[in-house]
């Protein structure tokens, strides 16, 4: 372990003298850096939620256990989301040697006036620019299912306590935790070396892959924008969490509350769906 540490600063030294001396290797060498990072993040991301949900199911197996599933899908959620940040600011720290602070994860401070009154902007934009693309698409890519239902994991959805279990997974636990990763560590590692613009794009078209639908992939992506901007104006992640909780907040009501307002807005403005 310690000669493949050794090889590796040997390798990082090497590229970051060749960097000072020489302009263009060092602008592609940025490029390089932006392209893995990004796809080591969304790695560290998928990978967390298909080890914890192995394990999980493992131990439901072997216990015979016999769980709310909607309770142990939250757990899930939360421990994987988990993983994935500490994953992320560990290997910085470990091997490439980058202290992850709270500001560079755009925790500093407190949520302000400002990150309160962004979010439901931010959110109503987001929603006209995403059902506007959505509607440009269909016209151009008649291949696609642009109406496609999201699946979410969340099925089984009986009783008010299901409703608060999966509403505590999707309106609390999964803004605050992605928007650690993907606003937070990913667009804050990403600024170190680019511009806002180059690093929106990164981080919201991964943001957008990770969904796994065209249709989702696409609102989510432009949503994404609007939250990096958001962090960009503000310095803090905390107008995206409160975004994200708005779209997932009302995305739950029309799926799971009331789904036959959902599919009538569902079909009118493509929004119903949780990012």
């Given at each position: 372990?310690n000669?493949?540490?050794?090889?590796?600063?040997k390798?990082?030294?090497?590229?970051?003298?060749?960097?000072?001396?020489?302009?263009?290797?060092?602008?592609?060498?940025?490029?390089?850096?932006?392209?893995?990072?990004?796809?080591?993040?969304?790695?560290?991301?998928?990978?967390?939620?298909?080890?914890?949900?192995?394990?999980?199911?493992?131990?439901?197996?072997?216990?015979?256990?016999?769980?709310?599933i909607?309770?142990?899908?939250?757990?899930?959620?939360?421990?994987?989301?988990?993983?994935?940040?500490?994953?992320?600011?560990?290997?910085?720290?470990?091997?490439?040697?980058?202290?992850?602070?709270?500001?560079?994860?755009?925790?500093?401070?407190?949520?302000?006036?400002?990150?309160?009154?962004?979010?439901?902007?931010?959110?109503?934009?987001?929603?006209?620019?995403?059902?506007?693309?959505?509607?440009?698409?269909?016209?151009v890519?008649?291949?696609?299912?642009?109406?496609?239902?999201?699946?979410?994991?969340?099925?089984?959805?009986?009783?008010?306590?299901?409703?608060?279990?999966?509403?505590?997974?999707?309106?609390?636990?999964?803004?605050?935790?992605?928007?650690?990763?993907?606003?937070?560590?990913?667009?804050?590692?990403?600024?170190?070396?680019?511009?806002?613009?180059?690093?929106?794009?990164?981080?919201?078209?991964?943001?957008?892959?990770?969904?796994?639908?065209?249709?989702?992939?696409?609102?989510?992506?432009?949503?994404?924008?609007?939250?990096?901007i958001?962090?960009?104006?503000?310095?803090?992640?905390?107008?995206?969490?409160?975004?994200?909780?708005?779209?997932?907040?009302?995305?739950?009501?029309?799926?799971?509350?009331?789904?036959?307002?959902?599919?009538?807005?569902?079909?009118?403005?493509l929004?119903?769906?949780?990012?």
């Amino acid at each position: 372990m310690n000669k493949k540490k050794t090889w590796l600063d040997k390798r990082l030294n090497i590229v970051r003298e060749r960097c000072k001396k020489d302009r263009t290797y060092r602008k592609w060498a940025i490029v390089v850096w932006a392209l893995l990072l990004t796809v080591w993040t969304g790695v560290i991301f998928y990978m967390s939620q298909l080890v914890v949900a192995c394990i999980a199911q493992w131990l439901i197996d072997v216990t015979n256990w016999e769980v709310n599933i909607n309770a142990a899908q939250t757990v899930c959620v939360a421990i994987s989301n988990s993983v994935a940040i500490v994953v992320a600011v560990l290997v910085s720290r470990k091997i490439f040697k980058v202290i992850v602070v709270r500001d560079s994860l755009g925790l500093n401070g407190l949520p302000t006036w400002t990150d309160i009154l962004l979010s439901p902007i931010g959110y109503i934009v987001s929603t006209v620019a995403g059902a506007f693309v959505i509607m440009v698409l269909q016209a151009v890519i008649r291949d696609v299912d642009w109406t496609q239902a999201q699946d979410v994991g969340f099925n089984s959805i009986y009783t008010s306590a299901d409703r608060i279990i999966t509403f505590i997974a999707l309106v609390v636990v999964a803004p605050i935790t992605e928007e650690l990763i993907f606003r937070g560590f990913l667009y804050g590692r990403l600024r170190t070396k680019l511009s806002a613009v180059p690093a929106i794009i990164l981080v919201s078209v991964l943001f957008g892959v990770l969904h796994g639908q065209w249709n989702v992939g696409v609102i989510v992506c432009i949503m994404s924008v609007f939250m990096c901007i958001a962090r960009e104006l503000t310095g803090t992640i905390y107008a995206g969490i409160l975004m994200h909780m708005i779209r997932n907040g009302i995305a739950f009501y029309l799926l799971y509350v009331n789904p036959i307002m959902g599919a009538m807005a569902g079909c009118a403005t493509l929004w119903p769906f949780l990012v």
